[in-house]
């Protein structure tokens, strides 16, 4: 076997997050959001440790609601990847089977390839990059090798790996099995024991992994090549055959094949790993001031310790509390004891069991030409904060069962009524009536910003008859 001279990267973004609620929702997962400090999403960050020389292309495995956001991403950073959308959520070893298949043809026939979830913090980003050289030489010779991370604590968020006795070079080893997510006394005696935490980060010859996806997990692996054969290309987007993709069973690599390959291996490696998978684990990787707090926003506590805090948009006040979490958003609120933190995912489930919208889906919501906030709804009307980004372009569109007012606060507005175009400018208002067909578009260099009131009998978003639309919309 002849090892590439590039590693190609496999992103997984298609996740939800929901234990980072509410600031994470299904309709803007933690891996987009600006949570750690530096300016960057989790997935900038991750996209910005795995480019330039020894890596190849990108390929993100994301979904299709965050294809817009993802691409708006990689274009910030100036990295081009190939973006390829999943049709529906089948966990990690159909994405695994996608992207090994795509990079196959991307390296002419084989390659190493490095799998890496989207929404990891790496503190030490030299030792990360020395730890992925060593796992994919020996990933090179054959091997499917995991990046293990040293423990620092008993951890009960994580699974763990046990090392075999087989020494594969580079100070990697053989595995000799894997366990679930123990409790804290066993959490302490694996750490006695010399285990390590399953990062979920894989290295990897395509050739090997396609090979134990056939032995292990066959079906996943028939439903990814025939999505990828009849996959079409979508703007900058590879888009899946989604009736070929719903056949892939819904199993994790780990499950499918690694807890039953006899080729897998681990490297024990530190350079200050976290998954940021709960309010707890940010609070860990983030800097505190003298009484342990982490304070985000227009934020005021008294007397309290050990806590993270964030408001997003109203002030919050904390007093006398210790060890716990408040976060609060436009539409909730959220407050749990530091130690309770992981079973806000729980919570989330409860409240979609329950019918409520904000359980995933924000306030905000991103589109591809900007962004729209609800400020206030009620009977025959609602009313909206819309920004477009310049350049953005909505859909020539009509309604059947509202008319619109569109009131502009910042930059310039293109307007198009019924083939009429116009210009109007802060402090100037256009008026749609039910059933005209317009376009809006910011012509101009700043964002542009209006008020829309919608009037009518019917406000909800299924109200939009798309005529045309440069981003390719049904």
């Known amino acids: 076997m002849v090892p590439s001279p590039t590693i190609i990267p496999i992103i997984m973004a298609g996740g939800a997050g929901s234990r980072l609620w ?7 997962p933690k891996q987009f959001i600006e949570l750690l400090d530096g300016g960057l999403s989790a997935f900038q960050a991750t996209i910005r440790r795995v480019v330039g020389k020894g890596f190849g292309r990108p390929i993100v495995v994301t979904n299709n609601d ?26 990690s070893a159909a994405a695994v089977a996608v992207g090994a298949l795509l990079a196959e043809r991307q390296a002419i026939g084989g390659g190493t390839c490095l799998l890496l979830a989207s929404d990891h913090v790496i503190g030490d980003e030299a030792g990360f990059l020395n730890a992925v050289r060593e796992a994919s ?12 991370i040293t423990p620092d ?18 100070g990697a080893r053989s595995i000799e099995r894997f366990v679930e997510k123990p409790d804290r006394q066993t959490a302490e005696r694996y750490i006695a024991e010399g285990y390590v935490w399953n990062s979920g980060n894989f290295a990897f010859a395509t050739e090997v992994m396609l090979q134990e996806l056939e032995t292990y997990a066959p079906g996943v692996l028939a439903a990814a090549r025939e999505a990828v054969d009849k996959a079409v290309l979508d703007l900058d ?5 989604a009736l070929s993709f719903a056949a892939s069973p819904t199993i994790s690599i780990d499950y499918a094949v690694m807890e039953k390959t006899k080729r897998g291996g681990v490297l024990a490696a530190e350079f ?21 707090n982490r304070l985000e926003g227009d934020v005021v506590a008294i007397d309290t310790t050990n806590s993270f805090v964030r408001s997003e948009e109203a002030l919050t006040t904390v007093v006398g509390l210790d060890d716990v979490v408040v976060v609060t958003t436009h539409d909730a609120v959220l407050v749990s004891s530091m130690q309770a933190a992981p079973k806000v995912k729980t919570l989330v489930a409860e409240l979609k069991r329950a019918g ?3 359980a995933g889906e924000h ?4 589109r591809p030409w900007g962004w729209y906030q609800r400020i206030d709804i009620g009977d025959r009307f609602q009313v909206k904060h819309i920004c477009v980004k310049p350049g953005g372009r909505l859909s020539l569109q009509r309604h059947h069962h509202r008319a619109e007012h569109w009131v502009v606060v910042h930059g310039t507005a293109e307007v198009t009524i019924d083939g009429a175009v116009k210009f109007y400018h802060e402090n100037e208002a256009a008026y749609l009536p039910i059933g005209c067909v317009h376009r809006l578009h910011n012509p101009g260099k700043i964002d542009l910003k209006l008020i829309e009131v919608q009037v009518g009998s019917y406000t909800g978003e299924d109200d939009i008859v798309r005529i045309e639309d440069v981003y390719a919309r049904s």
């Open 22 to 28: 509410p600031v994470s929702r299904d309709s803007m």
């Open 66 to 91: 965050f294809r817009f956001i993802t691409a708006e991403q990689l274009a910030a950073l100036g990295v081009e990847a190939e973006i390829v959308l999943e049709p529906e959520r089948r966990d």
């Open 137 to 148: 030489s020996v990933a090179a010779t054959g091997r499917i090798m995991t990046l293990g």
């Open 153 to 170: 604590h008993p951890s009960t968020a994580y699974g763990y790996i046990h090392p075999g006795s087989e020494d594969l070079g580079q």
């Open 237 to 241: 987007f590879v888009r899946l055959d």
């Open 272 to 292: 200050g790993w976290s998954d940021i998978g709960s309010w707890d684990s940010l609070h860990a990787v983030k800097d505190k001031d003298e009484n342990g």
């Open 356 to 358: 409520r919208r904000e």
């Open 363 to 366: 306030m905000r919501i991103h």
